[in-house]
């Protein structure tokens, strides 16, 4: 009885679980991902024929993309973008800005302070910190490098 149990269990599992094909989520994520990039590259292509030095474009072109993924997670837009390219539309940029605007979007109902203010960086706190504290070892590192070396 037990078996018989357990392997109707793994059954039901087995029809349950959905299937992936390796090679179409790649070719997915390599499409939205190059999308994406090919699109930030006509931004800063733009940016700099207006004059603007490649710095600044840069700036810009950051700028924009950041704005349009939020924009895209305010309509419930991008979440379709990324259920469908995966990896290739939460690598970039873009990704790490829906992760930030979802937190928010989600914890707003609970209010902007105990809400919005501390749920915003649910996902992206942990990556801001361990950047500011790498830069920051990197940095003494490279300053007792200077300090000694000379």
């Not at 924009?64 to 305010?74: I, R």
């Amino acid at each position: 009885m037990e078996e018989r149990k357990k392997q109707a269990y793994e059954a039901y599992v087995k029809k349950v679980t959905p299937t992936h094909n390796l090679w179409l989520q790649m070719a997915k994520a390599f499409l939205v991902g190059g999308l994406i990039c090919t699109i930030g590259q006509g931004i800063l292509d733009y940016a700099m024929s207006l004059g603007l030095e490649k710095q600044d474009a840069a700036s810009w072109c950051s700028l924009v993309l950041v704005f349009s993924s939020v924009l895209l997670t305010g309509f419930h837009i991008y979440p379709s973008i990324v259920k469908w390219g995966g990896a290739g539309a939460l690598v970039p940029i873009t990704g790490f800005a829906n992760s930030v605007a979802s937190a928010a979007i989600e914890y707003k109902k609970e209010g902007q302070v105990f809400g919005v203010g501390c749920k915003i960086f649910t996902i992206a706190g942990p990556v801001i910190l361990y950047g500011i504290f790498s830069s920051w070892v990197l940095g003494l590192v490279f300053w007792v490098i200077q300090r000694f070396a000379a």
